[in-house]
């Protein structure tokens, strides 16, 4: 069988296959491995491989579709990201959110940098990411209904606003529902607050994966105070 590595179809970060058993739909981050299995009726038919959707599932894209969004180049190795924290919590008027108070930080990527946002929610059921290094997963599902579709209206050439990178504390497996993701309003995530750095970001991250874990991780994020 041949490997293949998805694509995404659309500016949102996310590429629609077809699944045989139902008939339903699935849709995979970019650079999920598949692997095809054979091609009938002008469509292609595949394995989905790792990730956390759909693992294991048969599914399929016209041939058309998938000369175009399956590709033979993989990801690269472990991505880190480093975030350091940027003094206390200040108050800000977002042009997006309002009034927010915000803990804000330096994020360190790929030779780049970006002003996140660590939490703007204080009611006690939100808090800052603790200092330490964490795990930084692979993509859950689209969050589309969080509506991040305004910042990137506000921000051209923006893609894979709906794509979130979910967080293990500690750098455990385990999604503490925390993420890294785009925007100015942080429930304990690392939010991409400067809209405009986001993209690279976004491809630097789903670009990459941990080796050996089926998929399942994209780096480590340290956390210092």
């Given at each position: 069988?041949?490997t293949?590595?998805?694509?995404?179809?659309?500016?949102?970060g996310w590429?629609?296959v077809?699944?045989?058993?139902g008939?339903?739909?699935?849709?995979l981050?970019?650079?999920?491995?598949?692997?095809i299995?054979?091609?009938?009726?002008?469509?292609?038919?595949f394995t989905?491989?790792?990730?956390?959707?759909?693992?294991?599932?048969?599914?399929?894209?016209s041939?058309?579709?998938?000369?175009?969004y399956?590709?033979?180049v993989?990801?690269?190795?472990?991505?880190k990201?480093?975030?350091?924290?940027?003094?206390v919590?200040?108050?800000?008027?977002?042009a997006f959110?309002?009034?927010?108070?915000?803990?804000?930080?330096r994020l360190?990527f790929?030779?780049q940098?970006?002003?996140?946002?660590l939490?703007?929610?204080?009611?006690?059921?939100?808090?800052?990411?603790?200092?330490?290094?964490h795990?930084?997963?692979?993509?859950?599902?689209?969050?589309a209904k969080?509506?991040t579709?305004?910042?990137?209206?506000?921000t051209?050439?923006?893609?894979?606003?709906?794509v979130?990178?979910?967080i293990?504390?500690?750098?455990?497996?385990?999604n503490?529902?925390?993420?890294?993701?785009v925007?100015?309003?942080?429930?304990?995530c690392?939010t991409?607050?400067?809209?405009?750095?986001?993209?690279a970001?976004?491809t630097?991250?789903?670009?990459?994966?941990?080796?050996?874990?089926?998929?399942?991780r994209?780096?480590?994020?340290?956390?210092?105070?």
């Open positions: 069988m041949e293949r590595y998805t694509r995404r179809a659309d500016d949102l590429l629609s077809r699944l045989t058993k008939g339903g739909r699935a849709a981050c970019e650079y999920t491995e598949v692997a299995v054979r091609e009938a009726a002008g469509r292609t038919y989905i491989r790792d990730g956390y959707i759909a693992v294991g599932q048969e599914a399929s894209l041939t058309a579709n998938a000369a175009s399956l590709s033979k993989g990801p690269g190795a472990a991505a990201l480093v975030v350091t924290y940027t003094g919590p200040v108050e800000e008027n977002s959110k309002g009034k927010l108070t915000q803990q804000w930080a360190a790929n030779g940098t970006a002003t996140v946002t939490n703007s929610v204080w009611d006690q059921a939100f808090t800052p990411i603790p200092p330490g290094t795990a930084i997963l692979t993509p859950d599902y689209s969050h969080t509506s579709a305004g910042y990137a209206q506000a051209p050439g923006m893609v894979g606003n709906d979130w990178f979910p293990g504390l500690n750098a455990s497996g385990v503490s529902t925390r993420y890294v993701h925007g100015h309003l942080s429930d304990g690392v991409v607050h400067e809209l405009g750095r986001w993209t970001l976004y630097y991250l789903i670009s990459h994966r941990v080796a050996g874990t089926s998929g399942k994209i780096g480590s994020l340290v956390v210092h105070k």
